[in-house]
Structures are given as C-alpha cells and as structure tokens.
C-alpha cells in the first residue's frame, strides 16, 4: 500500500502564510501528486497538481496568485505555499498520488493522505 503523509497545517492569523508538506512511499519525480482541501460543510475541491513528468502544473482559479506548489526530489517531498490565507481557506488539506493516469489537473487520484487541519482566524 502506498503511504501520503501531509504535513505542515496549524492555526495562522488571516493575512498569514503557511506552508504544507507531503511525502510518502511515491516517488515524487515520477507520480503525479494532487492538492484538495475540504471544508466543514463543502464538498473537496482542487487546489493545485504537479507532475514533474511533463513539467505540469494546475492551480485553481480561485488560488491562483496565492498558492504555489513545488517539489524537492531530494528529499521526496512536494510542498504547498499559501499567502495571504483568509478564513475561508479553513478546511482539511490532503495530498493524493498516482502512478499512472492523466496529467494534471485530474481528480482521479489512486491514493490519498490523512489530511492536515488549516485553520486561518480572523
């Protein structure tokens, strides 16, 4: 079974900055790895995808400008930047990978983490 570990969420103050971390049994030069959040009471929505592969990258709209997703193959670890966070950006932040599939931006991810808690206070 393939592990997704996310890291890196917390409490931070509106205006504030937090960066997320996932990494895991995949290897991040060769899957493509997707971000989502979900918020109490929403569905999941997409965030932002990275496939090093054909040096693809997806934000959501309603991010972009804000969100910035890279990855250190060193280190098998793909991060997700976020500034300027508000109160609606509260949700659970999971990272999802697969092996194989379309590029991004995709929903179909074959494996998926826990979730890391993000919570901007106003």
């Known amino acids: 079974e393939v592990q997704v570990v996310e890291s890196g969420g917390g409490l931070v103050q509106a205006g504030g900055s937090l960066r997320l971390s996932c990494t895991g049994s995949?290897?991040?030069?060769?899957?493509?790895i997707g971000w989502f959040r979900q918020a109490p009471g929403k569905e999941r929505e997409g965030v932002s995808c990275i496939n090093n592969r054909d040096s693809s990258i997806w934000y959501a709209d309603s991010l972009k400008g804000r969100v910035s997703v890279s990855s250190d193959n060193a280190k098998n670890t793909v991060y997700l930047e976020m500034n300027s966070l508000n109160p609606d950006d509260t949700a659970v932040y999971y990272c999802?990978?697969?092996?194989?599939?379309?590029?991004?931006?995709?929903?179909?991810?074959?494996?998926w983490g826990q979730g890391t808690q993000v919570t901007v206070s106003s």
């Open positions: 999802a990978t697969s092996a194989w599939g379309r590029t991004c931006p995709r929903n179909d991810f074959n494996y």
């Open positions: 995949f290897t991040v030069d060769d899957w493509v």
